[in-house]
């Protein structure tokens, strides 16, 4: 399941009494593709400069986003990985992955990490519930409900 070709929505909720924003990949909804990617990859991007709300200016933003887009390439091509989306909050933007290999994804992030000129930290955890990311989707469920 590529990312290119799925189809994101967008939340905005507070975090810590500042705004954020997710976008996040709906076709990943279905826990019959979930259990196929049981880590979540976190990759938490701080911005170089950031507007009056803690978020990244616009310049900045696209610079973090065209990062994520090189993390997905590789991770998508080179790995059994899938990516849920990113949120956009207080001076941070986190990617958000999943995957059935871990150590793979873990060891490029780690590589890519080291050669970005922002500072990048990664958290990969065993969630094969998606609990993480329950939220989002419960909230699209929702949606989809009350679109019914």
Known sequence: MKSE????????FEVAGYPALAVINKD???G???AAYPSAV???MVPDACNDMGHPTETEYDHLVEMEKEMIAYLEGQTKSVHVGHVTQYRLLQAIFYTAEPEKAEDFLTHYASTAERTITIEV???????????????LNEDDEQAD
């Open 42 to 44: 976190f990759v938490d």
């Open 5 to 12: 070709d799925a189809t994101y929505t967008g939340f905005q």
């Open 32 to 34: 019959t593709i979930q």
């Open 28 to 30: 990943l909804g279905n």
């Open 125 to 139: 955890e065993h969630d094969p519930e998606w609990e993480h990311v329950s939220a989002f989707y419960e909230a």
